[in-house]
C-alpha cells in the first residue's frame, strides 16, 4: 500500500503526459554568468519519462569560435531494491544533433575575448550567429510534437 502512495505522483504525471513528445515541461531556464552556464530546476520528459531537476546545474565553458550545444545526457537507469534510479549530466558538444539519449538545452558561438549573452533586444537577434545563447532548436514537450521554446513565441 505504501509503495502505490509512493508511486502515484510519478505514475500520474507520466500518464498525464504520456501523448507528449520530448522536451522541457518545465523550468530548466539556462542562466548566462561569465565562466559558467546554470540550468534552473525543471521538469523534463524523454522518452516517455519524467525527470526531476531538483537543484541548478552547472557547467563551465570557455570561447572557441565553434558551435558548442549544450546538452541533458540521460545515462543508463539502475534499479535499487524496488526503485529505478534514473540520472542525467550535462555537457557541452560540438555536434549539432543529439542522441537518442540526448536533450538540446541550449548552443552559442563564443569569440575569443567577447561575453555571452541571453538577452535578445529583437527577435532576429534570437539566431544572432556570435556570442549569443540560441534557444531556437530546444525542445519544449508539447502533445503530439515537440513545440518552440517560449522564448521564440
Known sequence: MLEGLRDFPRD????????????????????VFPDKLVVAPGM????????MLTE???????????????????????????????H????????TTCTS?????????LKEGARLRR????????????NTLHVIHVPYAAEGASTLSPVVM
Open 12 to 31: 500520474y504525471i507520466e500518464l498525464y503526459y504520456r501523448g507528449h513528445a520530448d522536451g522541457i515541461l518545465a523550468g530548466a531556464e539556462v542562466e
Open 44 to 51: 523534463v520528459l524523454h522518452k516517455g519519462r519524467l525527470y
Open 56 to 86: 541548478p546545474m552547472e557547467l563551465a565553458y570557455q570561447a572557441t569560435g565553434r558551435v558548442n550545444v549544450l546538452k541533458l545526457r540521460f545515462t543508463a537507469e539502475e534499479t535499487v531494491s524496488d526503485m529505478t534510479i534514473s
Open 88 to 95: 542525467s549530466e550535462l555537457l557541452l558538444d560540438e555536434e
Open 101 to 109: 539519449r540526448e536533450l538540446e538545452l541550449a548552443r552559442f558561438k
Open 119 to 130: 538577452d535578445y533586444q529583437t527577435f532576429a537577434d534570437l539566431a544572432t550567429e556570435f
